[in-house]
């Protein structure tokens, strides 16, 4: 079966010299604060938890970047912070090859879900060794986050446009 559109074939093209590749993974920052201990241990109820993720992409040289997933998970009890683990998992990759709105994708989505599973171990070992039970982090859809991201850029780029015209 063939595929007939230039374009997709331009890009078949295009994509088939892209390289990529990963130089190093490594934990950038660690943090880890139990503000109540040693009283917090005696506490009893059940726990919420708040995770936040960021993200920063620096260049480091042509072709290369250096992406910082920072995760912060904190754990409230009784309205009181009962621990705070904050990490900044870092990787180095060597990225070539592809346009920019792909360049973005995989500095937005492939690279963050690289270094994903390294940032959940960083903090499972960081609640268990503060005292607490082992703490897993759930997968995170970092395609779907990065699209969302897009679509609000966009919308935001749009209101913009329209706010200028009014």
């Known amino acids: ?27 950038k920052d660690a943090s880890f604060e139990v503000p109540g201990a040693p009283e917090v241990f005696q506490e009893q109820g059940q726990p919420q938890f708040k995770l936040e993720l960021n993200q920063r992409v620096n260049t480091v040289a042509q072709s290369v970047y250096e992406v910082v997933l920072g995760v912060t998970l904190t754990c409230e009890l009784n309205e009181k912070t009962v621990f705070l683990a904050e990490i900044k998992q870092a990787g180095i990759f060597s990225i070539e090859g592809f346009d920019e709105a792909n360049l973005q994708a995989v500095l937005g989505a ?57």
Not at 1 to 27: C, E, F, R, W
């Open 1 to 27: 079966m063939s595929n007939d559109n230039p374009a997709a074939n331009g890009q078949a093209g295009a994509q088939a010299t892209a390289q990529l590749a990963i130089q190093k993974i490594y934990l």
């Open 110 to 166: 492939w690279c963050p879900q690289t270094l994903f599973p390294y940032a959940r171990s960083a903090i499972s070992d960081l609640v268990l060794a503060g005292g607490f039970p082992p703490f897993l982090l759930q997968p995170i859809n970092f395609e779907q986050l990065y699209a969302e991201q897009v679509r609000r850029r966009a919308a935001e780029a749009q209101g913009e446009g329209l706010v200028g015209h009014a």
